[in-house]
């Protein structure tokens, strides 16, 4: 806990193909051994829309383009630990053919809403997200620039 401090900022990503979600199966923490969505902490010196390209990369094999953000979900853990996760949707760039990181997944997949439905390991996300009937998709705006002064070398908006 005390690597990244107590304010966590972490991704994921909804990848989408053929009317199929990717998802991963972890052999560690809170979700393990449960169907989730690939998803990882933000390092420094990147944008969280970098970072959930790189995680679903390094955790699947699949290089994705990032469609939107869809979501945020937020929880403090143990009354002190502020744990956040910004969730994208993203769509595959290229081939799909999955490489799954054995040394944190136990399996990696593409399966369909419906059989997420099914399945007794899936995620409470995964079933929120699924059940969500009004999402909405939060386009991004890049190229943009608040001012020398701030010394941005990346700048994003998500409206």
């Not at 989408?16 to 449960?34: A, C, H, N, S």
């Not at 290089?63 to 949707?89: P, Q, W």
């Not at 997944?105 to 007794?120: C, D, G, H």
Request: charged fraction near 25%.
């Amino acid at each position: 806990m005390s690597k990244r401090g107590k304010v966590w900022l972490a991704v994921s990503g909804l990848v989408k193909y053929d009317e199929k979600w990717l998802v991963v199966k972890k052999r560690y923490g809170g979700l393990k051994g449960q169907w989730s969505l690939p998803a990882g902490f933000v390092n420094e010196g990147e944008t969280a829309d970098e970072a959930v390209i790189r995680e679903v990369k390094e955790e699947t094999g699949i290089d994705c383009a990032v469609k939107g953000l869809i979501g945020l979900r937020t929880g403090v853990i143990k009354e002190e630990v502020s744990d956040n996760m910004l969730m994208f949707l993203l769509e595959p760039k290229g081939g799909v053919q999955i490489i799954h990181q054995d040394s944190e997944l136990y399996e990696a997949r593409f399966m369909t809403p419906e059989e997420l439905l099914q399945e007794k390991e899936a995620s409470i996300l995964l079933s929120y997200l699924i059940n969500q009937t009004n999402s909405f998709l939060i386009p991004c705006k890049d190229g943009l620039n608040p001012g020398n002064q701030f010394g941005y070398t990346a700048y994003k908006i998500f409206l």
